[in-house]
């Protein structure tokens, strides 16, 4: 495999890195996610100016003609900050879902509003009841003369506070986490009958929890066909697994870096702490997990494109030890520091607080360790 970037993505990544320090560094970022909007729509706006929003998609939409290495790049970058802004729902989940199964009427109205920023989606599939199961549904949509009548409650959905447009999974057909029966839409989040509920998560991004109540959908709003929407969710669910393990890269990369050089700082009975041994043992085992941790995510990135049952052990195997090694990085840097990694002015906690979280979504390492291996 070719691991080496173009010079176009180099390029890319250039920038973006230097807009993160430059526009992300840690007290705006803790004044952004303090805020009442809980995010900066005018870095929304910038990096649809710079083209970031855009570069996954063809050009024949207004896109750069990139693809998931192109979102594995910035997402890396994304987690380097701790960016909040919700280019995973928009621009991976939803833009996925137009890319693959979208009706070419669905592709203009909404891709090029991404790609230009005006648009932001939020992936409300989550349900209470549901864990991990895509298929295991409660939201219903019932046909209503050429639409659809939707009911149910999606929960943390992220970025569903900013979103303008939600992409919904429903169960069509079918019984209870049967795999036929499965659909997805595109609504509006301001029809009538949708009512939200918004909160701040524990890594500082924001959700809502989001119920249906009769929200009567055009049939136009239907996403590829009906009842056979679950293959296309795990492909889109798969990108965007990915996609979040290299975000979850770029932060254990910063996270170690911060811990090194705390223990040059801290001292103890005279010396830095880092002069320690059995810390010095600590952090070369960080620095490996990172290390593999980014290997498995160029493998799953890579591997978005081959046969199914492929993709979906090489996703599943990173997210398993992407997930292991965030939960070992993110730990071994609160020890270190000690009781200031756990205060808000510390921006180390912020970090393990991120990825803590990753662990758990789109499936945690237990389930797709149950996955991989069902797939052997």
Not at 237 to 260: L, P, R, S, W
Not at 329 to 343: A, D, K, L, R
Request: hydrophobic content about 40%; charged content about 25%.
């Amino acid at each position: 495999m070719d691991f080496n970037f173009t010079e176009e993505q180099d390029m890319v990544r250039d920038g973006l890195s230097r807009m993160v320090r430059e526009q992300y560094d840690w007290e705006s970022r803790r004044a952004a996610i303090a805020s009442d909007a809980g995010w900066r729509p005018e870095v929304w706006a910038q990096l649809a100016e710079l083209g970031i929003l855009g570069m996954p998609f063809s050009e024949d939409v207004g896109g750069f003609g990139g693809g998931a290495v192109d979102a594995m790049i910035v997402m890396e970058e994304f987690g380097k900050g701790l960016v909040v802004e919700p280019f995973v729902p928009t621009v991976v989940c939803a833009g996925g879902f137009l890319k693959h199964a979208g009706s070419e009427a669905q592709r203009e109205e909404h891709l090029s509003a991404i790609i230009d920023g005006s648009r932001i989606f939020a992936f409300a599939y989550a349900e209470p009841r549901g864990r991990y199961d895509f298929a295991d549904l409660e939201t219903t949509a019932k046909k209503d003369g050429s639409g659809y009548v939707l009911n149910g409650h999606k929960a943390v959905v992220i970025g569903a506070p900013w979103a303008s447009h939600l992409v919904v999974t429903a169960r069509t057909g079918g019984d209870r986490r049967d795999r036929e029966g499965v659909s997805v839409f595109i609504v509006d989040k301001s029809a009538d009958g949708i009512v939200t509920r918004d909160y701040e998560t524990v890594d500082g991004r924001r959700a809502s929890e989001v119920y249906f109540e009769n929200v009567s959908v055009p049939g136009d709003a239907l996403i590829g066909d009906e009842g056979a929407a679950l293959p296309l969710i795990e492909l889109v669910t798969d990108e965007a697994i990915a996609a979040q393990c290299a975000e979850a890269c770029g932060a254990m990369k910063v996270a170690h870096a911060m811990t090194v050089e705390y223990s040059r700082q801290r001292k103890q009975f005279g010396v830095p702490i880092g002069k320690f041994q059995v810390l010095q043992h600590r952090m070369v085992d960080m620095y490996t997990a990172y290390e593999q941790s980014v290997s498995l995510t160029y493998l799953a990135t890579l591997k978005l494109e081959a046969d199914e049952r492929e993709r979906k052990r090489a996703v599943s195997a990173a997210k398993v030890g992407v997930g292991q090694a965030a939960r070992l990085v993110g730990q071994e840097s609160i020890q270190i520091h000690g009781g200031n990694g756990v205060t808000d002015e510390y921006a180390i906690g912020h970090y393990f607080k991120r990825l803590t979280i990753f662990e758990s979504e789109f499936g945690n390492v237990d389930h797709h360790l149950k996955r991989h291996v069902s797939l052997a």
